[in-house]
């Protein structure tokens, strides 16, 4: 008999509570987050609940408090609290530019206002993180890189050196951003920006870039929310794999990006 969604999001915990050392530095639990979060795929998803993992809508709170009891996140909230629960630190995002790769030719590491696509255009197939429009941060930790470069260093064969960091500040006081803290606010995201395509309702990126400059997915978001769907009023709707803590930017609202690292096998960091 496979597990509810429930036990499953309960045995998600326990793999991020697993780490060794809880009170080892942001850093590592950090790294340890990535780790385990990235290996919460689709396939792994759906031979657990053998079919898609489905939350009622009776189990959508149940799933935040399951969430709140986790001692990673506990942890990590005491120095990172707008990684786990927002709001965003406006002064502290950080774009990473990789090479081309053969899958990615058109990729490219230099950050160019000109290639920002904002929706309205083509935006490609319907998604819960799209990647043919916007522009995406994570936020550095006060000691260091984000969470996009924890990834990085962990290996990724799609993503090859060179990296290039920039800090990119936000200063536009009129640049809303729309925090996710959880299943129930990921829930009302959809539901409110619902975009009907077959069986499954993604946001309606284009509608959501009239009221928020951006979207920022948080820690405690995405530990409640990856691989899940979720009951909304126009039916599921489509599981979110975010991995780790991120923001989608649908407008250019940066002020003087400065890059602030190459990291290549030729330069040192």
């Known amino acids: 008999m496979h597990p509810t969604p429930i036990r499953i999001l309960r045995r998600r915990v326990t793999q991020l509570d697993a780490a060794s050392d809880l009170t080892a530095g942001t850093d590592a639990g950090l790294r340890h987050f990535t780790s385990v979060m990235t290996g919460w795929t689709e396939p792994e998803m759906t031979a657990l609940a053998g079919g898609p993992a489905v939350l009622a ?14 001692l990673l996140l506990g942890r990590l909230v005491r120095d990172e609290a707008s990684l786990v629960r927002g709001p965003l630190d406006r002064t502290r995002q950080h774009w990473i530019g990789t090479s081309p790769h053969e899958l990615v030719p058109h990729r490219w590491p230099t950050l160019d206002q000109e290639r920002f696509t904002a929706p309205g255009g083509d935006a490609g197939p319907p ?42 500040p936000v200063t536009d006081p009129a640049a809303d951003v729309l925090e996710i803290g959880g299943a ?21 990126w284009a509608k959501v870039a009239r009221d ?14 990856q691989g899940f769907r979720i009951p909304v009023a126009d039916g599921l709707a489509a599981a979110p794999f975010w991995d780790v803590e991120s923001v989608l930017w649908l407008r250019w609202c940066f002020d003087t990006p400065r890059l602030v690292e190459v990291t290549s096998p030729h330069v040192r960091p």
Not at 58 to 69: C, L
Not at 135 to 157: C, E, F, K, V
Request: glycine residues 10%.
């Open 127 to 168: 998604s819960t993180k799209p990647f043919h429009l916007g522009l995406y941060t994570s936020t550095a930790r006060h000691d260091g890189p984000g969470m996009w470069r924890i990834y990085l260093d962990l290996g990724s064969s799609l993503h090859p050196q060179p990296w290039q960091t920039w800090q990119l």
């Open 212 to 225: 928020f400059a951006g979207v920022h997915m948080t820690l405690r978001a995405i530990v409640a929310t």
């Open 184 to 204: 129930g606010d990921w829930a009302a995201f959809v539901g409110r920006y619902p975009l009907v395509h077959g069986n499954d309702v993604y946001p309606d």
């Open 57 to 70: 809508p009776s189990e959508v709170k149940e799933a935040d408090e399951t969430v709140d009891g986790c």
